[in-house]
């Protein structure tokens, strides 16, 4: 695949910069993600509830609203092969899986804490879940029985598998990206990534690289094989609380509580394109085919100032 340069996705996104914002929710939004196919966006919320949309040509549809949740829904994920499944982290103590086909929930798994990170296996085969006691919970995905734990003695962040199912990755408190082997979970590597908390972690599809976003307001972009640190983009000046690559991973998409998302070039790390927002994004995720981007902000209601909005919005639409 033959990645455009910086100039023609300046051009490209003055043509398609039109944002669609859908209100999913009562409370604010914590998390959006599309479905392996590019068909679904799910979003859950502080209300505890998890809602899919559909993906029409130019717009989206609200589908279907997942309850059961009893605490907010911190994160969610999707199955990496089976488009209808996916996965939420609730801070009530519970991962709960869902078929989006039939809207039923498939499975409620108890876990040991109020979980706030989860990250599903490139094979499909187990659902990490981390708490806010720092205890990462390994589930097989087909038994939904616990299979492993991992206690960390610092602050844990964000979790990932490498694309190749070998190595599993965390985030921690301390700056560093905490590299072991899987399945084995024998620490290989710790990496001093950044001076501050090292945030979040996001690999691109291609596998060749993965991405940190950092109290210290730096992204960094590594080869995910030799895993140094090749890149940094520095154009955010809030510590950066969510990531996303592009689908060709031409295009790295960083936010924070600036008043704008920044989406950088991963070539040449210059900048491509901006969104300007109203207030703190914590959450964002690129459409796997398409230079279509969920995010979701702390919005207010305009109606009703001191409540959450509860909506997310998909920028990269064509420009009227």
């Not at 039109?18 to 993600?33: A, I, L, P």
């Not at 590019?38 to 809602?51: E, M, P, W």
């Amino acid at each position: 695949m033959q990645i455009k340069a910086v100039e023609d996705f300046k051009s490209k996104f003055k043509r398609n910069q039109k944002t669609r914002e859908m209100v999913s929710h009562t409370g604010k939004v914590h998390t959006v993600d599309w479905s392996t196919d590019g068909k679904k966006l799910a979003s859950g919320s502080y209300d505890k509830t998890v809602c899919i949309f559909t993906l029409g040509t130019e717009r989206l549809a609200k589908e279907h609203v997942f309850k059961g949740h009893t605490d907010s829904v911190d994160q969610l994920c999707w199955h990496p092969i089976n488009p209808d499944l996916l996965a939420t982290a609730s801070g009530d103590k519970t991962v709960r899986i869902w078929d989006t086909k039939s809207n039923k929930a498939v499975t409620t798994i108890n876990t040991k804490g109020e979980n706030i990170n989860i990250s599903w296996s490139p094979d499909g085969k187990t659902i990490a879940v981390g708490n806010k006691e720092d205890l990462v919970t390994f589930i097989d995905s087909r038994t939904y029985k616990v299979k492993g734990e991992k206690q960390s003695k610092f602050e844990t962040n964000e979790i990932s598998w490498n694309l190749e199912n070998d190595l599993f990755f965390l985030t921690n408190g301390q700056g560093c990206i905490e590299v072991l082997t899987w399945p084995e979970l024998e620490v290989q590597h710790i990496i001093q990534a950044h001076p501050g908390n090292c945030i979040c972690i996001e690999f691109s599809r291609c596998g060749r690289y993965f991405a940190t976003g950092s109290a210290d307001a730096l992204v960094s972009v590594w080869d995910a094989h030799e895993l140094t640190c090749i890149k940094t983009f520095s154009r955010l000046e809030w510590p950066v609380r969510t990531i996303s690559f592009s689908h060709d991973a031409a295009l790295l998409a960083s936010a924070s509580e600036d008043m704008k998302i920044d989406i950088g070039h991963v070539d040449t790390t210059e900048k491509v394109a901006e969104i300007p927002v109203d207030s703190p994004t914590f959450t964002i995720s690129w459409h796997p085919s398409r230079y279509l981007l969920a995010y979701a902000c702390d919005d207010k209601d305009k109606y009703a100032k001191d409540r959450d909005a509860g909506s997310l919005k998909v920028w990269g639409f064509p420009s009227d």
